[in-house]
């Protein structure tokens, strides 16, 4: 049972906008920045989204990020086929004095 | 180019001591703080502690009383111990660069290591 709370699956065309939310609590996403990872199947993850909707170098700006409250999301636009991984999120909780995760969501391109 | 890289045994037999390496080159270790990170097979990704560039370590509290990582300077590579295995314990262990305090930003990771606990 992961501490954040996201969908086992998500799905979109291509072209178009998905979303993928992320909830918690007061302890962790509330009062901390919150992340957002991509991973390939055999690949280590990705750092995608940092401090809610900082997006790394390299990263295409159809990925974004925001939150509110205790709850978190990462958008989607113009779906691409490459785009098909999982997707976690994760942030710092004040709980348990370290990084929590989300358990991930598949994202299937149709 | 940061780049860090796992080594180990991948196969370790159940109550021994899971011993992991992880090497990093393009940084110090004495300038950043550091992450073990693991993936049981088709599932979610578990923090497992991390250690900063002055030695102060932090251990999820699910294995604290099994957990040790510790700091080389002079090789430039820091380690993870865990002891007690069990079949529980078989995933693909990840090392990554922690940027910042109160953070969860990994921002370079190791390709990962397959430990499975079997005898």
């Known amino acids: 049972q992961s501490v954040l709370t996201q969908p086992p699956s998500a799905s979109g065309t291509p072209g178009q906008r998905v979303t993928i939310s992320c909830s918690g609590s007061s302890s962790n996403i509330k009062n901390n920045y919150v992340n957002w990872y991509q991973q390939f199947p055999g690949t280590a993850p990705k750092l995608l989204i940092q401090s809610n909707n900082q997006r790394p170098s390299g990263v295409p700006d159809r990925f974004s990020g925001s939150k509110s409250g205790t709850s978190a999301s990462l958008a989607i636009s113009g779906l691409r086929s490459e785009d098909e991984a999982d997707y976690y999120c994760?942030?710092?909780?004040?709980?348990?004095?370290?990084?929590?995760f989300g358990g991930g969501t598949k994202l299937t391109v149709l | 180019q940061v780049q860090l890289q796992e080594s180990g045994p991948g196969l370790v037999k159940p109550s021994e001591t899971l011993s992991l390496t992880c090497t990093v080159s393009?940084?110090?270790?004495?300038?950043?703080?550091w992450v073990w990170i693991r993936q049981p097979p088709g599932m979610g990704l578990e923090w497992i502690g991390f250690l900063s560039y002055t030695g102060v370590t932090n251990y999820n509290s699910s294995l604290k009383s099994r957990v040790t990582m510790s700091l080389d300077t002079s090789k430039n590579h820091f380690t993870l111990k865990l002891s007690s295995v069990t079949a529980a314990d078989t995933a693909v262990y990840f090392c990554?660069?922690?940027?910042?305090?109160?953070?969860?930003?990994?921002?370079?990771w190791g390709q990962g290591a397959l430990v499975t606990v079997s005898s």
């Open positions: 994760a942030t710092w909780d004040d709980s348990v004095s370290g990084p929590v």
């Open positions: 393009g940084d110090s270790v004495t300038g950043q703080s």
């Open positions: 990554a660069r922690r940027l910042g305090s109160y953070s969860a930003i990994f921002d370079y």
